[in-house]
Antibody, heavy 122, light 106 residues
Framework: QVHLVQSGAEVKKPGASVKVSCKTS????????VSWVRQAPGQGLEWMGW????????NYAQKLQGRVTMTTDTSTNTAYMELRSLRSDDTAVYYC???????????????WGQGTLVTVSS | EIVMMQSPATLSVSPGERATLSCRAS??????LAWYQQKPGQAPRLLIY???TRATGIPARFSGSGSGTEFTLTISSLQSEDFAVYYC????????FGGGTKVEIK
């Protein structure tokens, strides 16, 4: 079975950085992309960006450009999302999702991680 | 950025009734449209992709239709487990989500 298991909850101060991991199993990692989606408390879903696990191509949502970096480690089938210069409005549950878009662009998200709560508070 | 708008924000439906959810795109997304279901405290679940193709394991009571800028998710006969929030997502130009429709028990 396909599984995406994310790292645990984080509490960070404003201005700090956070790095969330997403360990995958049950499929060929490099045959898919990974998208990251976040959800602020009581709010809807916000797409953050996509990375191809095949060639490392990335695309980030415009509002996060310059603050977010997505990477993969094909030796451990793990994806990472780092968000820098954290603000209080970055408080959210962060999800990784297997993206059917493999090399060029994002598509639908057919499997999701369990979510990682990141709280930004002084 | 393509803006996705969902209506209504909340839909009150009795079990066994039909639910029709709408999603509109600010520009054409062709058929590159997916629907997700999310229950409280859970990750979203893919229901429909490519406008009308059900994802693996999704019951036939869920159906999707539309093209271009207007899309519909229909749940033919609501079951108790279908009360949730539903999101549409376009992936014609990267990805954006609609604001969601909450389907609640009438």
């Amino acid at each position: 079975q396909v599984h995406l298991v994310q790292s645990g909850a984080e509490v960070k101060k404003p201005g700090a950085s956070v790095k969330v991991s997403c360990k995958t199993s049950g499929y060929t990692f490099t045959s898919y992309g990974v998208s990251w989606v976040r959800q602020a408390p009581g709010q809807g879903l916000e797409w953050m960006g996509w990375i191809s696990a095949y060639n490392g191509n990335t695309n980030y949502a415009q509002k996060l450009q310059g603050r977010v970096t997505m990477t993969t480690d094909t030796s451990t089938n793990t994806a990472y999302m780092e968000l820098r210069s954290l603000r209080s409005d970055d408080t959210a549950v962060y999800y990784c999702a297997r993206d059917s878009g493999t090399t060029v662009t994002t598509e639908d998200f057919d499997y999701w991680g369990q979510g990682t709560l990141v709280t930004v508070s002084s | 950025e393509i803006v996705m708008m969902q209506s209504p924000a909340t839909l009150s439906v009795s079990p066994g009734e039909r639910a029709t959810l709408s999603c509109r795109a600010s520009e054409s997304v062709r058929s590159n449209l997916a629907w997700y279901q999310q229950k409280p405290g859970q990750a979203p679940r893919l229901l429909i992709y490519g406008t009308s193709t059900r994802a693996t394991g999704i019951p036939a009571r869920f159906s999707g239709s539309g093209s271009g800028t207007e899309f519909t998710l229909t749940i033919s006969s609501l079951q108790s487990e279908d009360f949730a929030v539903y999101y549409c997502q376009q992936y014609n130009n990267w990805a954006t989500f609609g604001g969601g429709t909450k389907v609640e028990i009438k």
